[in-house]
C-alpha cells in the first residue's frame, strides 16, 4: 500500500476541501480493499464517520431520506423501510454478511466498485476501469460474471450492488454537497455508462460528497420484491437479480417498477419492461414479455450468454411474487 495522508473530518466543509485531492472512507468495506490491492492509490483518505449523516426519517412528502453514513443493516431492519419499501430491505439483505452490513454505509454502497477479476489484478490484467487506454483483458478472457447490458467495446465489468439496484427501481434521488454547492441527482442520472472512459463511473465532482438518499413517496412500493441468483446462497455476488414493484388494481396493472442487476454495468432500470407490463393483466403473459423486452439488447460473451435467459427467468419470479 502506497503512503497517503489521513485526514479526520470533523465537519462538512472541511470534508470537502480534503475530497477534492483524496478518497472518503466511512466503512471502509470497500476502498481498503482496492487500496491493499493498489487498485487505487488516494493521496489522501478523508475519513467522514464524524459528519451527522446516519439518520433515517421520513420527508414532509411521505417518502423516507436515509442518511449516507446509516449503515446498511440499520437501513434493512428499519420500521418505514421494512413496511413502505420492502424491496430496498430485501436487496440489502441479500448482500454480503452481517458483519459487513454493520459496518457498510448507505453512500458507500452507492459508490461501490466493480468486481471484476481483472480490474482488481493491477499486476497482470488490462482493464481501462482503471487505467484508460490499456485495453479490457475480460474481453476474450474468463468472463462468466460480466455485463450483458449497457456495455462497450472498452469495458463489460458488472456493477455488483443489490441496494442500488433497488434504489434505481425506486427512483432515489441522491443529495450531495461540494465546493459547488448542494445538487439533488436522480439516481438514474448519477452512474455513466463506460463508453470509452469506463474509469469515470459516476456525474459526481472532485469533493462532492453524498449526504443522504432520499425515497420519494411511492405508495405501491409497498408490493415489491427483491430476488438473487447467484452460485451460493450466500455472501456471493448476483448472476442475475430483479427488484420489482407493481401498482395493482384487481389483477390489472396500473403501474410497474423494474430494475436488474448484476447484468448490467450499472443498476438497471428497465423502462421497456415497464411499458410492457402497464396497462396489462398481471400473469405469465405480461411477465414474459416484459422478461423479454428487459434483455431484448443485450450483448453477450461466450461465456456469459446463459446470463440472458437467467436474467429473464429471474425477473418473471420476482414479478409472480409481487403479483400474489
Not at 495522508?5 to 462538512?12: H, K, L, R
Not at 469533493?207 to 456471493?236: C, M
Request: charged letters at 20%; a neutral charge; one cysteine or more.
Amino acid at each position: 500500500m502506497e503512503p497517503f495522508e489521513y485526514v479526520a473530518a470533523n465537519d462538512e466543509q472541511q470534508a470537502i476541501t480534503a475530497g477534492a485531492r483524496g478518497a472518503y472512507i466511512a466503512g471502509g468495506t470497500n476502498l481498503v480493499d482496492y487500496m491493499r490491492l493498489e487498485v487505487v492509490q488516494p493521496a489522501a483518505v478523508i475519513d467522514i464517520t464524524r459528519l451527522p449523516f446516519t439518520a433515517i426519517e421520513e420527508t414532509p412528502g411521505g417518502g423516507v431520506r436515509i442518511g449516507a453514513l446509516a449503515r446498511n443493516e440499520d437501513v434493512a431492519r428499519d420500521p418505514l423501510i421494512v413496511q413502505r419499501y420492502p424491496v430496498l430491505g430485501e436487496a440489502i439483505l441479500s448482500g454480503a454478511s452481517p458483519q459487513l452490513r454493520n459496518q457498510a454505509t448507505t453512500g458507500g454502497n452507492l459508490l461501490q466498485r466493480t468486481r471484476c477479476p481483472y480490474f482488481r489484478d493491477p499486476q497482470v490484467a488490462a482493464c481501462n476501469k482503471r487505467q484508460p487506454g490499456s485495453g479490457c483483458a475480460a474481453l476474450g478472457g474468463h468472463n462468466r460474471s460480466h455485463a450483458v447490458l449497457g456495455t462497450s467495446t472498452s469495458c463489460i465489468a458488472t456493477h455488483p450492488s443489490d441496494q442500488n439496484v433497488a434504489l434505481v427501481a425506486l427512483g432515489a434521488i441522491v443529495h450531495t454537497r461540494g465546493p459547488g454547492g448542494a445538487r439533488a441527482i436522480p439516481i438514474g442520472e448519477l452512474y455513466t455508462l463506460p463508453g470509452e472512459r469506463p474509469d469515470i463511473e459516476t456525474v459526481l465532482r472532485p469533493g462532492e460528497l453524498i449526504s443522504a438518499v432520499e425515497l420519494p413517496a411511492l405508495p405501491f412500493a409497498r408490493r415489491s420484491h427483491y430476488v438473487k441468483v447467484r452460485d451460493r446462497a450466500a455472501f456471493a455476488f448476483a448472476l442475475a437479480s430483479a427488484a420489482v414493484a407493481l401498482d395493482l388494481d384487481g389483477d390489472h396493472i396500473r403501474d410497474a417498477r423494474v430494475a436488474l442487476g448484476g447484468v448490467a454495468t450499472v443498476p438497471w432500470r428497465s423502462a421497456a419492461a415497464e411499458r410492457a407490463l402497464i396497462g396489462r393483466r398481471a400473469g405469465p403473459e405480461a411477465f414474459a414479455a416484459a422478461a423479454e423486452a428487459a434483455l431484448a439488447g443485450a450483448v453477450t460473451q461466450p461465456s456469459n450468454r446463459f446470463k440472458v435467459e437467467l436474467a429473464r427467468r429471474t425477473l418473471v419470479r420476482a414479478l409472480e411474487e409481487v403479483a400474489r
